[in-house]
């Protein structure tokens, strides 16, 4: 009994910091990467957590052999008993490192052992967990002499050298007998390189100043220059005297590809302005005293009492938790939680805002589906419809969205007869939002469309973080405006 307590009780060292979020390499299953460390004995009979457990995992799900602690007499036990546990049960230890085998230290009480994920000349890369005495995962390239060995259990073949990076040149394609700025039209000439892939398409976005989508085209490549003409292609009509931004993109191997960004200037006069009159004078805020268009989305779903684990009836975000749910516009976790507290992320949040769209203007949620990650279909109509612009399409939709981006994404989801104000919010009543804030006109936008009111005493903290009850509240005024907000600041 006592033996066996020595070598399955592994390194108790107390760790101070949290652990930390899976890394790109990290495949260890959630089963043991989401419990304290030592909280179980895995599997393959070791501790979670441990260098020999992350080990164990990588020659049973890599290298594709059954491999347990207790499997063989004698057993492999700590990290630094395992070199003589191989050497007696026959297998080749030396200094030669190779894919796939066990790199191994003796040093200390007991030992650590690493999994060779690639070797290159005198340096070899390990993948391992426990390094950091906190149970967590890291890769590191080292000297191939820095283990005191490595142990050949089943060496897998070196790694294939990586394929030739995909490389797509965009310059621009002036010829004056295909492009040109009319007053109404335009035709955009651009030269796209592909090299080491394969391009399926490539087409162009146009969009206003602000950064909003107003048109697409796209066809095949078929060549190296390509001419768009906006009024054919896009079937868009152009405004005289007015500044458009354009991008092309190319998409290759199911990636798409985008150029810089370049402007152009329609030739005559805009219609939408007086002789000697700006192209910078600000439009009028809305008046107070708009009729507001009602709201009804339709329930697609049906909620029940206790579907979240987290939301108890008498909580202040249960209703609208309900009413986001039942309308198809919010949904749980995977644990069966909803996470109330949890961060929205800008992904969630243009997720939300592209389904809001949808459901306006379709009557369902009617989105694309995209190639990549479970974003991407979102992202794209919410690109497309102009609910974002190219600065959070190209961001990292990964990071938390704070309230000022929150108000930004939402106060373009819905046309303005659907937010129109039902509060009388005079500029700069909102104690905390500058009529120069680049936000300011989205956040007063739904503060008079009730949407917003803000915390004490209407301040908006713009750069706090929006969690995912607050969001629901929002979007269930969004969608029913029988849920809008009537108040004075």
């Not at 995909?166 to 109404?184: L, P, R």
């Not at 592909?194 to 399926?200: A, D, L, T, Y």
């Not at 095949?220 to 390509?226: C, R, T």
């Not at 309900?322 to 939680?337: T, V, W």
Request: proline share 5%.
């Amino acid at each position: 009994m006592r033996r066996t307590l020595i070598i399955l009780l592994l390194a108790a060292v107390m760790c101070l910091a949290v652990a930390l979020p899976a890394l790109a390499g990290d495949d260890y299953p959630a089963t043991y990467k989401n419990l304290a460390k030592d909280a179980v004995i895995d599997e393959w009979g070791f501790y979670n957590r441990e260098c020999v457990s992350f080990v164990a995992w990588c020659l049973n799900s890599r290298n594709q052999i059954y491999f347990h602690n207790t499997a063989t007499n004698p057993w492999w036990g700590n990290a630094n008993t395992w070199d003589n546990t191989a050497r007696a049960l026959g297998y080749r230890v030396d200094n030669t490192p190779a894919r796939g085998s066990v790199a191994y230290w003796d040093e200390g009480y007991y030992g650590h052992v690493a999994w060779v994920s690639a070797v290159d000349g005198n340096n070899v890369t390990i993948e391992e967990y426990n390094y950091d005495h906190c149970g967590n995962y890291h890769t590191r390239t080292i000297p191939v002499n820095e283990p005191h060995g490595y142990i050949h259990i089943k060496d897998l073949p070196a790694a294939a050298p990586a394929p030739p990076a995909v490389s797509v040149e965009f310059s621009a394609w002036d010829d004056e007998d295909y492009t040109f700025i009319g007053e109404t039209d335009a035709a955009l000439g651009q030269k796209i390189v592909v090299k080491n892939g394969k391009c399926s398409a490539v087409g162009l976005y146009l969009i206003d100043e602000e950064g909003s989508f107003l048109a697409e085209a796209e066809t095949a490549y078929d060549g190296k220059h390509f001419v768009f003409d906006l009024n054919e292609d896009c079937g868009y009509e152009l405004t005289p005297g007015t500044v458009y931004l354009y991008e092309f993109y190319a998409v290759v191997d199911g990636k798409t590809y985008w150029s810089d960004e370049y402007s152009f200037t329609t030739e005559g006069e805009n219609p939408g302005q007086s002789a000697g009159q700006g192209s910078d004078k600000e439009p009028p805020l809305p008046g107070f005293g708009s009729t507001l268009q009602e709201i009804h989305f339709p329930a697609v779903k049906q909620y029940s009492a206790g579907l979240f684990s987290d939301v108890a009836e008498d909580d202040w975000y249960a209703t609208v938790v309900k009413a986001g749910y039942e309308l198809g516009l919010i949904a749980g976790m995977s644990d069966g939680a909803f996470d109330p507290k949890g961060q929205l992320t800008i992904a969630q949040t243009v997720t939300m805002a592209a389904r809001l769209h949808s459901i306006y203007y379709n009557g369902e949620e009617d989105i694309p589906e995209a190639d990549g990650p479970w974003y991407q279909a979102y992202l794209d109509y919410a690109y497309k419809h102009g609910i974002i612009n190219s600065a959070y399409y190209f961001c990292d939709v990964n990071e938390p969205a704070n309230r000022a981006q929150f108000a930004e994404i939402f106060a373009d989801a819905l046309p303005a007869e659907a937010l129109a104000p039902i509060n009388d919010i005079a500029d700069g009543a909102v104690p905390d939002v500058g009529m120069d804030s680049s936000y300011a006109d989205a956040v007063y936008l739904l503060y008079r469309a009730g949407i917003l009111q803000g915390r004490d005493s209407g301040y908006f903290y713009a750069t706090s973080n929006i969690n995912r009850a607050e969001a629901a509240a929002m979007l269930s005024r969004m969608a029913e405006s029988d849920n809008r907000l009537e108040f004075e600041l």
